[in-house]
């Protein structure tokens, strides 16, 4: 059974730092692509961030909201994937999901979700 | 960036409607639409992908269709489970963007 579990969110003040960390089971990690997709209280979901498998390149995806302050990294052989956040802005509170991204002829969606962390970042 | 615009924001439906929403993109982004169904806590669950393809497991009431621009989710018949949030998102191009929602609630 493919599982996706969050941790590391907290309460925190603007400016500062946090990273947030997401345990894959259940499937080849390394195989997958993923991604971080965030929800602020009470409004729609905004995705942030997204890693390629190292089979297509490793490479990484920003939203401009949080690109230069945010950063996504993975270590296959321990089936996680972090999100380092850097100045961190009041408007970056949200529950922050992890989630698996399969690929369809190419084009990607996000077919697991993790349960989500929660992100608060105080004035 | 390409905007996604959903409509209805919310519709009210008895259990056995059929009910349609529409989401629209600001560019072609060919057939690379997601449905995603959200209900309160819980993270959303990808319904459909590639615009018409049912994810495994989806109930086979749940039915997309469209292409370039244009799009539609299908509930042929409401069921109590289906009361919930549903999102659009384009996987044509980075940045991947949502459409607002819309809230499918009890009439």
């Known amino acids: 059974e493919v599982q996706l579990v969050e941790s590391g969110g907290g309460l925190v003040q603007s400016g500062r730092s946090l990273t947030l960390s997401c345990r894959g089971s259940?499937?080849?990690?390394?195989?997958?692509?993923m991604s971080w997709v965030r929800q602020a209280p009470g409004k729609g979901v905004e995705w942030v961030s997204f890693?390629?498998?190292?089979?297509?390149?490793?490479?990484?995806e920003y939203a401009a909201s949080v690109k230069g302050r945010f950063s996504i990294s993975r270590d296959d052989s321990k089936g996680v994937v972090y999100l380092q956040m850097d100045s961190l802005k009041t408007e970056d509170t949200a529950v922050y999901y992890c989630?698996?991204?399969?690929?369809?002829?190419?084009?990607?969606?996000?077919?697991?979700w993790g349960q989500g962390t929660v992100v608060t970042v105080s004035s | 960036d390409i905007q996604m615009t959903q409509s209805p924001s919310s519709v009210s439906a008895s259990v056995g409607d059929r009910v349609t929403i529409t989401c629209r993109a600001s560019q072609d982004i060919s057939s690379w639409l997601a449905w995603y169904q959200q209900t309160p806590g819980k993270a959303p669950k990808l319904l459909i992908f590639?615009?018409?393809n049912l994810q495994s497991g989806v109930p086979s009431r749940f039915s997309g269709g469209g292409s370039a621009t244009d799009f539609t989710l299908t509930i042929s018949s409401l069921q109590p489970d289906d009361f919930a949030t549903y999102y659009c998102q384009q996987a044509n191009t980075f940045p991947f963007t949502f459409g607002p929602g819309t809230k499918v609630d009890i009439k």
């Open positions: 259940g499937f080849i990690f390394g195989d997958y692509a």
């Open positions: 590639a615009a018409s």
């Open positions: 890693s390629r498998s190292k089979a297509h390149g490793g490479t990484t």
């Open positions: 989630t698996r991204a399969v690929s369809y002829s190419g084009y990607e969606q996000f077919d697991y």
